[in-house]
């Protein structure tokens, strides 16, 4: 199972920016895997955000709209989230992923979580 290392959550006003870094170590077939960002809010089930593959293929949740971007680094096996444009409700637990396509149901490992708190 991979070591995640989560960071960058927080707290923002609404209107500003956060990005979410994530550090996925261990076996080095992880880094072939698709990687992704779910947000859990306490007592629901987890909502995809994006995911990327190790090709840059990039897949995302229309509810986010253009606000925010997902990028790779192979060679670090880190995944970013950067978010804009925050609004109140992106407060929430935000989990690194990693999967295969489509990531948004094919899920094997999840991370802890880094806590975003948007204020208005």
């Known amino acids: 199972q991979p070591q995640f290392v989560e960071s960058g959550g927080g707290f923002a006003q609404a209107g500003g920016s956060l990005r979410l870094s994530c550090t996925v170590n261990g076996d080095p077939k992880y880094s072939n895997l698709d990687m992704g960002w779910f947000r859990q809010d306490p007592g629901k089930r987890p909502e995809f955000i994006a995911g990327i593959s190790k090709d840059n293929e990039v897949t995302s949740s229309t509810s986010i709209g253009a606000r925010f971007t997902i990028s790779r680094d192979n060679s670090k096996s880190m995944v970013y989230l950067q978010m804009n444009n925050l609004i109140p409700e992106d407060t929430s637990l935000y989990r690194c992923?990693?999967?295969?396509?489509?990531?948004?149901?094919?899920?094997?490992?999840w991370g802890e979580g880094t806590q975003v708190t948007v204020s208005s």
């Open positions: 992923v990693v999967g295969h396509e489509p990531l948004r149901d094919y899920v094997y490992f």
